[in-house]
C-alpha cells in the first residue's frame, strides 16, 4: 500500500493505532459538523470529498481558483499559488489566471 506519505504524512502506524477512526466514523463526524448552508474553503477538496464519498454544494476549492496559464487542466499545488499571491512578483502573478465570476 502506498500512503503517499511525502504528500499526505499518513503512514502505516498512523492506520493501525487504537487511535485511528474507522472510515465510517470519519464520513459521520463530517455529516454531523458540515450544515447545508456551510461555506467550506480548501484546497483540492475535490480529491477528499470524493475519497470520503461526501458531497457539498458549497464548496470554494483553490485548485479550481488558479490554474496554469495554457494549461486549465492543471492544479497548482497551494505552495506555488501561496509564493505566486504572496511575494508580489509581477511575473508570478502573470503566470497564474485567476477565476472571475
Request: charged fraction near 25%.
Amino acid at each position: 500500500v502506498d500512503y503517499l506519505s511525502h504528500v499526505s504524512g499518513i503512514e502505516k502506524h498512523h492506520l493501525e493505532s487504537d487511535d485511528c477512526l474507522a472510515f465510517e466514523e470519519i464520513q459521520q463526524m463530517l455529516l454531523n459538523n458540515i450544515q447545508e448552508d456551510d461555506i467550506i474553503m480548501g484546497h483540492s477538496l475535490w480529491s477528499d470529498f470524493s475519497a470520503l464519498k461526501l458531497w457539498h454544494v458549497n464548496i470554494v476549492d483553490t485548485a479550481f481558483l488558479y490554474r496554469v496559464k495554457g494549461f486549465p487542466q492543471m492544479a497548482l499545488a497551494l505552495k506555488d499559488i501561496s509564493e505566486k499571491i504572496f511575494s508580489g512578483s509581477e511575473q508570478g502573478k502573470e503566470k497564474l489566471l485567476h477565476f472571475q465570476k
